[in-house]
């Protein structure tokens, strides 16, 4: 009887993948050779028996409707009723479909419903934006690179070069979609993360593929933000005023057999975006993009950039000399008042031809290449450097003692005033380190040829809203004019001077903390977030890291005041205590109040 009842199991499990089996379950795992996946259908085992064509990390296979419930199951791939592990919850029965979604493996959910950032301005009139699946809110797809190994693995011990690889091919899988890319260039990116043990890539599609409308990925390694947000939350701002900029989500992501981790996912500002971004993906009379870089400097002394920076060998991107050695220190003090890279000494001669902080540096165009490098070239031609020698001039030639309402039209001729006004707030109420301000970095400069001036945004702000590496009173100060270089930086000296965009910059310091760096508007989504992204952070935290970090300066530099990132907890960084920066939550509530006492305003 016993016998029986064994056989009479096995052949109801194997009739099962027969007659019965309606429904194709698709589940996202990395196992090793020994193993497959298998799914339990109302308590019977079914292994999943092939694998996508675009990834053998998705696991597909025919079963029966669950009636009950059903888990999927790791399974010993010779004795596949051995079950090595399963899902420690259930899920529900899928009713309205043949085949489930993309699921992930220890994952109850495959999509949130999170609340949304509030829109608090018109998009600038410029803006006229794609719509693309490229950022789905409340999802976290699953981007799989595969190829040559040796390669990948060359990146990471040179990871303070700029070395592309090509060749590779990419599998993105979302819930409800599946998509491969032949011959993608995969690179480290970043400047002052490259030290880390955990690094940030950017992922070139070959042309005339698109993921989305986008051919140019950034994976953001978030290894200097233990609340991992803060770029989620800042791009969600910046969208929210209207700004062009990158959006932002999340993506797991695995290099052949092996899973990396958890990164952002954002937009490189390279073509195609300035189409998508100005014009719904259609060609237009695109101006040239340029991008302020801090690394750019030729000569002077001052730092390269933020955070451990590497320490200069080999540093080829954007044309860096090499001569980036300055200390740095976190969480508190450059030297003097908090001046980051190249902003010391406001208007001094030791700033002609170091910083990319729209100094006037005369009008040899060839002395800005290296602070602005191009990014696009125009739709026709290459890019010159023209209209940032008429604008740098232009503000040069300003007073930067006193200054009325008249000057204001001239400022318009050169600059889209707003963009500026909008993307320096925006700098001071996420408290950012690494902008126009503290550093001369990470801002774009557009030339938008229909109204023959220079736009401004900005991009990558992982050191903001409470990781400073700046002094962080004067990063929190509510005055404004306590920021780093505030009152030096040859633009913020000038502009504010005409009395009328004085006043606007402070209204919209004061809309955009009333409206969106409030505890009140964003713990909602901060919470949300946390929840979402709980389990992928602990799996995050748990992968051995594969970058070489053999630089001198990674074991002190990683993280803030010299303490790992990665020793801290979620929790930790997104709601404190922290013993080094300042938690996501803490920051917001400091900023917030700060700004508001100042301005004397209520929320
Ligand atoms: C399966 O493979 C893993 C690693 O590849 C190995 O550690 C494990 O011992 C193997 N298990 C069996 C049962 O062969
Ligand atoms: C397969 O695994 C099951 C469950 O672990 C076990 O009872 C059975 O003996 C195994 N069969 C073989 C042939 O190893
Ligand atoms: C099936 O139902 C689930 C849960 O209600 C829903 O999320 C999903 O979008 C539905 N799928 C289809 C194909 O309608
Ligand atoms: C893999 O990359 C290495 C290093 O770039 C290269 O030497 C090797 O030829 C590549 N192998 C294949 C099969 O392309
Ligand atoms: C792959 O991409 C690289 C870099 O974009 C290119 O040089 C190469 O020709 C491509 N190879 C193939 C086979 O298309
Ligand atoms: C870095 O530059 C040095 C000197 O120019 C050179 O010897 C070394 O091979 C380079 N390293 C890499 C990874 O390119
Ligand atoms: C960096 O700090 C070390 C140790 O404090 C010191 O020896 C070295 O001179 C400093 N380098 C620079 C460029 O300040
Ligand atoms: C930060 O700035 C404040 C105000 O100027 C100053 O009192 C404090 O000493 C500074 N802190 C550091 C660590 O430099
Ligand atoms: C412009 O500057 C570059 C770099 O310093 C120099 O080589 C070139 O001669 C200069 N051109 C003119 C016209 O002065
Ligand atoms: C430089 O670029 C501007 C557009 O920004 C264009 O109008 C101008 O003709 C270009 N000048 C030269 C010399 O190419
Ligand atoms: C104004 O500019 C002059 C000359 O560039 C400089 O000497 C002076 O310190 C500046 N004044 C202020 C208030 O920044
Ligand atoms: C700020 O908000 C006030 C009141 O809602 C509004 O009148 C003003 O136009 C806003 N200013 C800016 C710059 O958004």
């Known amino acids: 009887m016993k016998i029986t009842a064994a056989i009479t199991f096995l052949a109801a499990s194997i009739a099962g993948v027969t007659a019965s089996s309606k429904m194709t379950y698709k589940v996202i795992s990395l196992v090793s050779d020994n193993q497959t996946l298998g799914v339990i259908v109302d308590e019977e085992i079914y292994p999943l028996t092939s694998t996508d064509d675009a990834s053998t990390l998705l696991h597909k296979g025919k079963a029966p409707i669950a009636s009950t419930s059903y888990k999927y199951a790791i399974l010993d791939k010779d004795n596949t009723t051995s079950v090595i592990d399963q899902e420690s919850f259930s899920r529900d029965p899928i009713t309205n479909s043949s085949k489930t979604l993309n699921e992930y493996y220890g994952r109850s959910w495959n999509s949130k419903t999170l609340d949304q950032v509030p829109t608090i301005m018109d998009p600038l009139p410029i803006i006229s934006r794609i719509d693309s699946d490229l950022h789905i809110d409340g999802e976290i797809p699953t981007i799989h690179i595969t190829g040559n190994q040796t390669a990948i693995d060359y990146i990471h011990t040179n990871a303070e070069s700029d070395i592309d690889i090509s060749g590779l091919t990419l599998a993105y899988i979302s819930p409800s979609d599946v998509k491969s890319f032949e011959n993608i260039t ?44 803060r770029e989620e939350i800042a791009y969600d701002i910046a969208k929210s005023i209207g700004m062009p900029t990158s959006e932002y989500s999340y993506v797991r992501v695995y290099f052949n057999n092996q899973a990396i981790g958890l990164f952002g996912l954002g937009e490189v500002l390279k073509n195609p975006w300035p189409k998508n971004e100005f014009n719904n993906g259609k060609k237009f009379n695109q101006g040239a993009l340029f991008v302020a870089n801090v690394s750019g400097n030729q000569g002077g002394n001052s730092s390269s950039s933020a955070m451990g920076a590497p320490t200069g060998q080999n540093q080829t991107e954007s044309g860096a000399s090499g001569q980036q050695k300055q200390n740095q220190t976190m969480a508190g003090s450059p030297p003097s008042g908090g ?227 990665d020793d801290q907890t979620f929790y930790a960084g997104v709601y404190g205590p922290t013993n080094a920066s300042t938690s996501l939550t803490e920051w917001l509530a400091l900023r917030s109040s700060n700004i508001l006492t100042f301005f004397n305003a209520s929320t």
Do not use: C
């Not at 051919?215 to 991992?228: C, H």
């Not at 940032?388 to 001729?413: C, H, M, P, R």
């Not at 009328?500 to 949300?528: C, G």
């Open 186 to 229: 995969l690179a480290v990116s970043g400047h002052s993360t490259r030290s880390y043990d955990k690094l940030s890539y950017k992922v070139k599609l070959q042309k005339d593929d698109d993921l989305y409308s986008y051919r140019r990925i950034k994976l953001r390694s978030m290894s200097t933000d233990a609340s991992y947000m």
């Open 339 to 565: 001046m980051g890279g190249g902003g010391a000494d406001g208007g001094s001669g030791v700033l002609q031809g170091s910083s990319s902080d729209l100094s006037y540096l005369g009008d040899n165009t060839t002395l800005y290449t290296s602070q602005y490098p191009v990014k696009e070239d125009p739709r026709t031609g290459s890019a010159n450097y023209t209209r940032i020698v008429e604008l740098t001039k232009f503000i040069s030639e300003q007073s930067n003692v006193t200054s009325d309402n008249s000057a204001a039209g001239l400022w318009e001729q050169y600059m889209d005033v707003t963009s500026f006004l909008r993307g320096l707030a925006l700098e001071i109420v996420i408290s950012d380190s690494d902008g126009y301000f503290t550093m001369g970095n990470n801002y774009i400069l557009y030339d938008d040829l229909d109204n023959e001036r220079i736009l401004f945004s900005g991009q990558d702000f992982d050191l903001t809203m409470g990781t400073s590496i700046n002094n962080a009173t004067l990063m929190n100060s509510g005055n404004y004019s306590d920021f780093p270089n505030f009152s030096t930086r040859p633009l913020t000296s000038r502009l504010f001077l005409v009395p009328e965009f004085k006043q606007e910059f402070e209204n919209l310091i004061v809309n955009m903390t009333k409206a969106l760096v409030n505890p009140d508007i964003l713990t909602s989504r901060i919470n949300q977030l946390y929840e979402m992204l709980q389990e992928d952070v602990a799996w995050d935290k748990s992968l051995p890291r594969v970058a070489a970090s053999n630089s001198s300066l990674s074991s002190t530099s990683r993280g803030m005041g010299g303490s790992s990132v």
